[in-house]
Every structure is written in C-alpha cells, then in structure tokens.
C-alpha cells in the first residue's frame, strides 16, 4: 500500500525554524487536500495545517503567522514551513492525504519528531 514518506523533523532551539517534507512513495489518485497533524504526549492529534488541490489552506490558531503550508501538485508533495518555532510546538508531526469519494479516504505518514527547546 502507498505510504506517506516525512521528513525534515529534529532538534532546534526557540525562535528558530524547520521545514517539513512529505511524499507519497507511490501514486495517489483523486487527493482533495493533504496536511499536517500533530501529536504532543498526552495530547489529541491536532490539525496544523491542510491546504486543498486548489490552493485553499487553513491553518490551527496556534499557528497563524508562523507556519506556512505549500504544496507541489504535480508530486503531490507538501511542505510545512514552521518559522519562530516554541516549546509548544513540541510533538510528532504528521503528514495526512485525504480523498472524500475514494477507499481508503485517509493515508498518513509515520510521523515525524520536532522538538523545540527553550
């Protein structure tokens, strides 16, 4: 079964950046949207940010200003551009591709760690 591959996670100190990569590692048909979702221990998996195959995005409050969602349709392949990053960012990211009138309508990567210390 296709998989999503991250990348791009680690280790930074606060007020600083990562970037975040994610791919499919096979072809996805009829992909209405792909994002990210963060897991803190302890915490719900939370949505980060989700752009559609026409360009819309949204974003979580907690992140407005700070992280930028872009993606390249002709790979399929979404980033996470996460700028003046703080402790509370801390969690496994994960990327997600959905497709409402497919099966499976959800596929997820395996998630990545960022760590931000303060």
């Known amino acids: 079964q296709v998989q999503l591959v991250e990348s791009g996670g680690g280790l930074v100190q606060a007020g600083e950046s990562l970037r975040l990569s994610c791919a499919p590692s096979?072809?996805?048909?009829?992909?209405?949207?792909m994002g990210w979702y963060r897991q803190a221990p302890g915490k719900q998996r939370e949505l980060v940010a989700r752009?559609?195959?026409?360009?819309?995005?949204n974003y979580a409050d907690s992140v407005k200003g700070r992280f930028t969602i872009s993606r390249d349709n002709t790979k399929n392949t979404v980033y996470l551009q996460m700028n003046s990053l703080t402790p509370e960012d801390t969690a496994v990211y994960y990327c997600?591709?959905?497709?409402?009138?497919?099966?499976?309508?959800?596929?997820w990567g395996q998630g990545t760690q960022v760590t931000v210390s303060s």
């Open positions: 096979g072809t996805i048909a009829s992909i209405e949207s």
């Open positions: 997600n591709a959905h497709r409402p009138f497919r099966i499976p309508r959800d596929f």
């Open positions: 752009i559609f195959s026409g360009g819309g995005t």
